[in-house]
């Protein structure tokens, strides 16, 4: 306790000075509760307003995915160079290291494989979630599938969960054999994520109209890498999915099945943090790969 005698008048009051009210710099999320953006500034960073996630929760529905064999020589020396971390919880345990002090959007919904019908899912409990200290939960949302659905009833009860403990939700669209990956169709399916609870939806980018699909979406969207292409390519598709509107890029194939995945994701993070046009950015990966 302080003692009773001797102690200095209060008097810095700053009377006459309103009180700033810090915004915040994620759209969508200027009302949310402290914790809840505290996850989300440690995932998106705060001067560039951006991320560059790092996938690798394909096993959960594809096994042995070539440059995931052994996740411990593959993924573990790209870590340093990722902002997040996309992965299931079985990987988080067995080979990312505690120490790597990097936050985890944690792939929380599990079910049928690529032998099956995709998207027959079921979700981690939260309590699970906040075991594995996760900054963001992830599950697959299948707008106009089979599953649909029960993976919007997934979304909202895990967005009803995640409020509770404020864990933000990210709401991966899944896009099937049979659904178009054009402005329309990402549009909706984004769209339908946001106003269903999702914080941050992961979508494709697509050639034409994207700028449409992000300025739809009243959330932060980042695009999935998807599958594999040269380089130059992947760096292309990150440059444009920015500067039309996206907070970020989710990559995995494009990063780790690279001739060179430590010098791929230091380019990526030029184009994404630093704007970095795709020639020149390309032309770092080159210098760093040789």
């Not at 009773?4 to 710099?25: V, W």
């Not at 914790?35 to 096994?63: C, E, Q, W």
Request: charge should be negative; include cysteine; glycine fraction near 8%.
């Amino acid at each position: 306790m302080p003692e009773a005698a001797n102690n200095l008048d209060a008097k810095d009051y700053g009377i006459g000075i309103p009180q700033s009210t810090e915004g915040f710099f994620l759209k969508g999320h200027s009302h949310l509760d402290w914790g809840m953006k505290d996850r989300l500034a440690r995932i998106f960073n705060p001067k560039s307003g951006h991320t560059v996630m790092l996938a690798f929760d394909h096993g959960y529905i594809m096994g042995p995915t070539s440059g995931l064999e052994r996740m411990d020589l593959t993924i573990v020396p790209l870590i340093p160079y990722a902002d997040c971390l996309m992965c299931t919880r079985g990987a988080l345990r067995q080979i990312v290291p505690p120490t790597c002090n990097k936050p985890i959007s944690l792939r929380a919904s599990a079910g049928s494989t690529i032998l099956t019908d995709l998207n027959d899912e079921c979700i981690l409990s939260m309590e699970e979630c906040l075991r594995l200290n996760a900054s963001m939960v992830a599950l697959m949302v299948a707008v106009g599938s089979t599953f649909e659905a029960l993976t919007i009833r997934n979304l909202t009860t895990m967005v009803d969960q995640g409020s509770r403990y404020n864990v933000p939700v990210l709401g991966v669209t899944a896009v099937g054999k049979d659904l178009v990956r054009d402005a329309r169709y990402l549009s909706l399916a984004t769209r339908v994520c946001a106003e269903n609870g999702a914080h941050v939806v992961k979508t494709y980018y697509c050639e034409t109209d994207f700028e449409k699909v992000t300025a739809a979406c009243p959330v932060p969207i980042v695009i999935a890498g998807g599958k594999k292409l040269p380089e130059r390519d992947a760096l292309q598709m990150a440059y444009e999915a920015i500067d039309q509107g996206a907070a970020g890029v989710d990559m995995g194939r494009n990063v780790f099945q690279a001739e060179s995945p430590i010098a791929m994701l230091q380019a990526v993070r030029a184009v994404v943090h630093d704007g970095e046009k795709p020639e020149k950015a390309f032309e770092m990966y080159r210098q760093t790969k040789g």
